[in-house]
């Protein structure tokens, strides 16, 4: 049956999730949840307040010192996760109608986030787990120090609605696999996938109270999150903005160390020697507007050799022209609308102020400013690196082109910026390969040679952002680790 037919068996319940089952939120003010290919509201729900968020941390740190989750042997978590990733991977078209109809992800893109993207993060997790191994050394003959990972107690997750499912997902499988009890705070736009999950995860074997969903706005459960001091370790995705004012709230409570993954504004450097452009361009176009342009790794700044650019801009033209943005319950929809009618205005706003500054629109996307929150991709030309539209995160589909003449300039543009998440790079010459990637100052390199290489499916390696991108690892064993507490233990005499 095809989702569009499942819409109105939906029952919306957006509670607080606390203990193993839903409970009525303490805080009196209503929100709206939006439908932003519509405009019109799908429910309401509680705004949430600090008293909902104390309930479900008292609840989590009463599960953690009981430790029927986390004096769990890794093995048997593992286990959990990989029950919990298959449900999830039953459950796919349901968890994919609430990230459709709450923030307009095309349901062909949400259904492959619940029926693959998720359960895969939850598989590689768990086997992840079980590689947490410390160090040990003899310091003489009767003495021997090593190191043990130990869950840091309750974690406090905060995640983005950009794919809502799959963000649940990349927070919770490190966080529970080293043993920690969770207090998950979704993004007001998008909280129903999120809340889903915990009920999976009771069935999957994961003890009541363990896992607890608060939704809420920002301002009201996010902030009493990071200001909670019986709140161990905070992890935060999100703009850059919101995630300086989280490790303020850290550091006014306990002091609680904080993981953050912020906003980004990651180049695309194609060199001259680059020869398949026709392939580079279906790449610049994917990478730039997947999911309407809003990913915090999209590659939204195009630098390319002047001996190149022409051609390949006319081909990433030809491409952008074509897409369409249209309803996401539409199975052959590829391009949805913008999450919320904020978004689409600050994406209108900044396309705005790059006319303003001279930039010249060589594509100009339509924007619907009523009715659904519709933006067609634009991609400026001319543009110069003071231009706010090169310096910030639009998040939207909006990409910047820029030209160079030599290698050095090239990797002087992708370093003018303060983010430090992503970049990608075409080459086929192996020492610039190696040149661009110790010299470009982000967490993650990809260089491209040329063909039509098949995408990775799935990332085992850790990385960590820098500058204004975030710090903290996330990711593959690294990333575990960030979720756990290192102890050095000492036995000494016989």
């Known amino acids: 049956m095809p989702l569009s037919a499942q819409t109105p068996n939906i029952s919306w319940n957006v509670n607080p999730f606390i203990d193993g089952k839903y409970t009525s939120s303490l805080a009196d003010d209503l929100v709206d949840n939006i439908n932003p290919a519509t405009e019109s509201a799908l429910c309401t729900f509680s705004q949430g307040n600090a008293e909902d968020l104390d309930v479900a941390v008292s609840v989590a740190r009463r599960r953690f010192e009981e430790g029927k ?35 307009g992800k095309p349901t062909r893109a949400a259904v492959f986030d619940a029926g693959v993207t998720a359960p895969n993060k939850l598989r590689t997790t768990a086997v992840h787990v079980m590689q947490l191994l410390g160090q040990s050394t003899p310091l003489f003959d009767q003495t021997v120090s090593f190191n043990m990972f130990e869950p840091r107690g309750v974690v406090g997750l905060i995640t983005p609605w950009n794919f809502p499912t799959v963000n649940a997902i990349t927070k919770l499988a490190p966080a529970l696999a080293v043993g920690n009890s969770v207090v998950l705070k979704p993004s ?21 109270g363990v896992l607890n969903v608060v ?7 996010g902030a009493a999150l990071a200001l909670h001091p019986n709140v161990d370790l905070i992890s935060f995705t999100g703009s850059t903005r919101t995630g300086r004012s989280v490790m303020e709230l850290c550091a006014k409570s306990n002091g609680k160390p904080v993981i953050l993954e912020c906003g980004g504004k990651s ?5 001259q020697d680059t020869v398949n452009l026709d392939y580079v361009a279906t790449s610049v176009v994917q990478t730039a507007f997947a999911n309407s342009g809003q990913v915090c790794v999209a590659t939204t700044r195009l630098l390319v050799h002047r001996a190149v650019k022409d051609v390949l801009l006319e081909k990433i ?41 001279g930039a010249r629109a ?58 430090g998440l992503v970049a990608t790079a075409w080459t086929r010459d192996c020492g610039l390969a190696r040149q661009v990637a110790h010299a470009l100052r982000v967490g993650s390199v990809t260089v491209r040679t040329g063909g039509e290489e098949e995408a990775p499916s799935g990332i085992v390696l850790g990385r960590e952002p820098q500058g204004h991108s975030g710090y903290g690892a996330e990711l593959g064993v690294e990333g575990l680790k960030s979720f756990a507490s290192l102890k050095l233990v000492t036995m000494m005499g016989a």
């Open 69 to 103: 989750w986390s004096r769990l042997p890794p093995a048997a978590r593992a286990e959990v996760l990989q029950n919990l990733a298959d449900l999830i991977e039953e459950h796919k078209e349901e968890l994919a109608l609430f990230d459709t109809l709450e923030m």
């Open 267 to 271: 180049p695309h450097i194609v060199f």
């Open 188 to 208: 007001e736009i998008a909280p129903s996938s999120a809340l889903r999950i915990a009920e999976l995860a009771l069935e999957a074997g994961i003890p009541e």
């Open 362 to 419: 060589v594509v100009m996307g339509a924007v619907q400013r009523s009715g659904g929150c519709y933006v067609a991709p634009t991609i400026f030309d001319e543009v110069d690196g003071s231009m706010p539209i090169v310096r910030e995160e639009i998040f939207g589909p909006v990409l910047c082109v820029q030209g160079f003449d030599d290698d050095a300039e090239a990797i002087a543009m992708a370093n003018d910026t303060p983010f």
């Open 317 to 357: 033209v030809e491409l952008a022209t074509h897409i369409r943005p249209a309803d996401p319950l539409d199975e052959k929809t590829e391009f949805g609308p913008l999450a919320s009618p904020a978004q689409r205005d600050r994406v209108d706003h900044y396309i705005q102020a790059g006319i303003a500054d």
């Open 215 to 221: 939704p809420g706005l920002g301002e009201t459960v």
